[in-house]
C-alpha cells in the first residue's frame, strides 16, 4: 500500500517525529519493519527504543478493519516470543 510505504520511509528517516507524535517522552527510537514467522506477517512499525526497554508496534489505518486490534495484540506476542523481548510494549494506530 502507497501509505504504508510513505509512513515507513517517513519513520525510518525521522523517527524522532513519529515518536513525538505518539507522545513516547524523550527517548530515542530507531524504527524497523520486522518480518513475523515465516508466513510473513509484517505489521506497519515497530518502535524499539536503543535501550531495548520499549517497543511500539505501530499500525497506519485507512479504513474499517474489524481485526485490527486481534493482529496487533498478536503481532506484540510474536514480536516478544521471537526476539526475546521482556520489556515495555505499547501500540499505537494511525488513522488517516
Given amino acids: 500500500m502507497a501509505?504504508?510505504?510513505l509512513f515507513h520511509e517517513y519513520a525510518v528517516r525521522f523517527p524522532r517525529g513519529i515518536a513525538v507524535l505518539l507522545?513516547?517522552?524523550?527517548e530515542n527510537f530507531v524504527a524497523?519493519?520486522?518480518v513475523l514467522k515465516r508466513a510473513e506477517k509484517r505489521p506497519?512499525?515497530?518502535f524499539i527504543?536503543?535501550?531495548n526497554r520499549r517497543v511500539i508496534l505501530v499500525e497506519t489505518q485507512?479504513?474499517?478493519d474489524i481485526w485490527l486490534y486481534p493482529r496487533m495484540i498478536a503481532s506484540l506476542a510474536l514480536f516478544c516470543l521471537e526476539q526475546r523481548f521482556t520489556g515495555k510494549m505499547e501500540a499505537a494506530i494511525i488513522f488517516l
Fill in 32 to 34: 524497523k519493519s520486522i
Fill in 44 to 46: 506497519d512499525l515497530f
Fill in 49 to 51: 527504543s536503543k535501550t
Fill in 3 to 5: 501509505t504504508d510505504n
Fill in 23 to 26: 507522545g513516547a517522552g524523550k
Fill in 62 to 64: 485507512g479504513y474499517h
